[in-house]
Each structure stands twice: as structure tokens, then as C-alpha cells.
């Protein structure tokens, strides 16, 4: 009596088959949500650019920028109080608010603006730095032409932190390279014998050549 064989697909193959389109669906929505983040990103530098050029337009007219409380909350979104410079006040679309704004106490001197650029990874963004404050303003700014843009600082700072201190120098050693003649050497990358502190190599017109030695 023959036997009758039954096609289809085995519990395996299934899984198999689910697995592989489980992760192109996966990498279809990754590739989404990148381009979607750097449309985002490409709508906030937009903005900016557009505020800087209607805070420009509006100082020529009345020798101040505009003041600082029509982008303090929600309700300035999308109002003309920046009109005819900028039909509509543009926002965060994140974060639903008016992009932040710092001035000079008289609004009248300088303005800058902030915000966060998803793709940490676009060159224009900044590293934020883990020994600055915890409260950023952002990693991406526009400014007036007279000041310049610092991104680190917390807002409720009435001024930017001091900048990364330069390391000191270290005090200049000297040694002989020939006799008579003095030379000076970074300790920080050679170790030297003899090893003067002064520039006559102690004072003896450098007797002994020295000898100096990678770190």
C-alpha cells in the first residue's frame, strides 16, 4: 500500500523563517528611526538658523534683540510675536517648547540659542564632557556674531564655568648634551643625569656630558 507523503514545513523551518523576517523588520525600523532622528536634527538646525537671521533683522530696527519672554513657555510656540521677522515662533518638536534662549540682562547685547541634537554622532554636535555641570543646555547652538556658543553650563548659571585649566608646565631641567654647552628637557618625557635646575648647569659650564633616557 503506498504511502502518501505530506508537504510543508517543518516546526524548524518555521522558526527559522520567523526569526529572519523578525530581523528585517528590525533593521527596516533601526534604519527609520536613523533617518527620521537626522530629519529631526536637520529641522532644529533649520530653526536656528532662521531665528539667528530674524534676531539680526529685528536689532538693526530696534537696537535690541528681542526680549527673552517670548520664548519662556509652551504658549509662545508657534505665535507671531517675532512677526514680520519670522511669521511663527518655531519649537522644539521633542520637546514642545521654544528652543532656549540666553541673553545679556538687557536683551539688548547678545543671544544664544540651544538645543539637543539626537545624532550625538553629527559633527556639529558637542561631546558633552561628564566633568561639566549636569545640566546642559544643550550640544548644538546658534549665537549672535559677538559672543560665542557655550553648551555646557547649567541655565540656572549666571555664567560659564572656568575653561579646563592648561596643565602647568613643568620647571625647565637642564643637561649636557656636549661639554660647555647646556640643553633643556621636558620631564614629563625624559629622565636626565647629570639634571640641573639652572641654565649654566650648575654653574660648572656643563663638565660632564649627561645622558637622557626615554620615559
Known sequence: MATKTHLGFSLIELLIVVATLAILILAVLTGLS???NKADDAKMKSDLARLKIAFEDYYNDHNCYPPATWFDNADDCGSNQLSPYLPVIPCNRKTGLPYVLETDSTTCKWFKFYTFLINS???QAVALRGDETSSPLGNYGISS????????????SSSAPSSTPTPSTPAKRYWCPIVGNCGDYDTTLYTCTPDWASADCGGTNCPTVGTCNPL
Open 34 to 36: 536613523r533617518q527620521r
Open 145 to 156: 556674531d559677538n559672543v560665542v556658543v557655550t553648551v555646557y553650563y547649567s541655565p540656572t
Open 121 to 123: 554622532d553629527d559633527p
